[in-house]
């Protein structure tokens, strides 16, 4: 089959049952936008590149699939690098394809040209600058391949607009060999007996769940193995709804703004299993404390993660899910039954604080998010920006199954959530979408309801308002003594007409007395809506 390189990358698409894709056109991506009036892909215009990226990655975390997004060279491609960084953080497989100046032309600095390929090395998978036409067909297998195996993570494809417009015969490979990439998804038998071993010995163990458990869909195993066994589970941020987070088990987030008793019962333990997470200092700071009370288990698909940040005892490399499925058909119920009255005491001593909001003359953003919690299902899907609004969402938001809490965790990226949003609505369809957003990071990607307007998406956004880029004045407030240095939004707009100019019904509230018919309004049906909150700017996190 004799194609150009254009065409042969939207064929190549088809054959990896790409269903859609996110981007925004310009000249040198150009050839591939006119192949792809040709294809039955769909494809979402963003309003700016950085929301296309992000829309793969909540598309990539609510599917399982990988996300695609397309942008053009020089700034196009540059607008993607903060989002190809995000889902390298938090191990999301998307692919990336930019367009580039022709091929005679790099290094020359000509017009629109940006070295997207040594820019981004430093935090993609892999990345590719596409010199041979006949090349494309094995490059887009190995950047899914790459991308969705092993650690999942993004994979960058530079292509020069010359090498589009080339022709080749077209042959698609049916299979990947790249050498010195051989993931390990087996866990080694004796390891894993190790585990077993230790946890038998074990007075107060205690698993971390990490963002690895979502990626592996292994929640089942993991909840097999919590019922089996009655160790208690914390998670990292990437790991909520690895366990539903009202199961008796479940201790909540832990690190800097996490739950006491999870955080209690990792400094506490005896033996630590860490499943599927880098512990990063936002979760596990003093890891050398721990490690002088307990033996620390590290599972992980990623050797390179196991004894990075924490010394470990026994390490296991392999998938998480096949990795539990063994642990669980050799794992004995343990007797622990005074680790979990002690941990049950810490958690009735330190319970969230829920108290009497009726009065307040703001919304309380905890009993708003415990409310939503309460009238949607558990197939609802929370994705949050960054900041307050994120801590509260981690620590009040009811979150049942895996898949359905989508926050950018390593990276912490303002302006993740909303173009998520659109992502994970068109991968889940008719189910809810709801952002949880600040003023602040909200306006990092307001733009993108003009994405929403023109695709029809029923996403719903829930705005904290407090005036205040609330988690850097929080700082400021802590560790600063007060001294608050460039962040107030008092000029902010009146979001309510800004959804308005894009056809979106929204209301505004400022009492806790307005939530619970204000959220029933919005969920009462499938299409956009804003719901403004106004907030105290001194509701803390910590």
Known sequence: MRLTGAKAIIKALEMENVEVMFGYPGAAICPFYDAL????IRHILTRNEQGAVHAASGYARVTGKTGVCVATSGPGATNLITGIATAYMDSIPVVAI???VSSELIGKDVFQEADITGATAPFCKHN???KNVKDLPRIIKEAFHIASTGRPGPVVIDIPVDVQNRELDFIYPDKVDIKGYKPTYKGHAQQIKRVAEALENAKAPVICAGGGVVNANASGELLELVNKSGIPVVTTMMGIGSLPSKHKLNLGMLGSHGLYAANYAVHNADLLIIMGARVGDRAIAATNK???KAKIIHIDIDPAEI???IEVTVPVVGDVKLILKDLIDIIKPLTIDNWLDTINKVKSEHPLKNRDYTDSNTVNPK????VLSELTGEDSIITTEV???????ANYYNVRKARKFITSGGMGTMGYGLPAAMGAKIGVGKEKVIVIGGDGSFQMSMQEMGTIKQNKLGVK????NNSRLGMVREIQKVRYCGRYSQVLLDENPDFVKLAEAYSFRGERISTNADVKDALARMLSDDEPYLLECIVDPEEPTL
């Open 128 to 130: 590719y600058l596409v």
């Open 461 to 464: 956004i829930i705005i904290f």
């Open 98 to 100: 930019t367009g580039q």
């Open 37 to 40: 009036l040709d294809s039955g």
């Open 367 to 370: 009993y708003l998010l415990t």
């Open 387 to 393: 900041g307050q609004n994120q801590i509260w969402s």
């Open 307 to 309: 004894g990075k940040n």
């Open 290 to 292: 721990i490690t002088e």
